[in-house]
């Protein structure tokens, strides 16, 4: 397995990465999404050969906050400790960052796998979290 840190990714392969997990809300606009990819603040991608099989994007201001946007790894390779590798080599590229963020999907497979990585609810660590979410136009 193969790491990058890069924002130039074939948009095939993104793509492809993108529908396996089921995220076709990203796919559906594909220019936006390669957007978003280049304007992050923070993107790292998994490798077989040349296959692309996961992808962590974050945002932030890269001095007090981290956003994990995106973390997506191909089906076949889930549960290989692709995912961990992503999370772990991006951590500790930002060791001095306080708060980082991650809002996902009410899942208990996702759950155990953040918790696993050191993550924790909000109400664990005493805060709320409030979020807008706008429908697709």
Known sequence: MNFRTHKNLPQ????????????????????????AIEYSLYVLSAWEADQLVG???????????LYIQDLLVLPSHQRKGVGRNLMDITLNAYPYIQQVV?????????RAFYENVGLQECQVAGLNAFVLIRSAT
């Open 12 to 35: 095939v392969q993104v793509l492809n990465l993108y529908n396996s997990v089921g995220w076709t809300r990203y796919t559906a606009a594909p220019d936006q999404l390669q957007r």
């Open 55 to 65: 992808l962590l994007r974050a945002v932030g201001d890269g001095e007090s906050i």
């Open 102 to 110: 991650l809002l996902t999907d009410i899942d208990p497979v996702s």
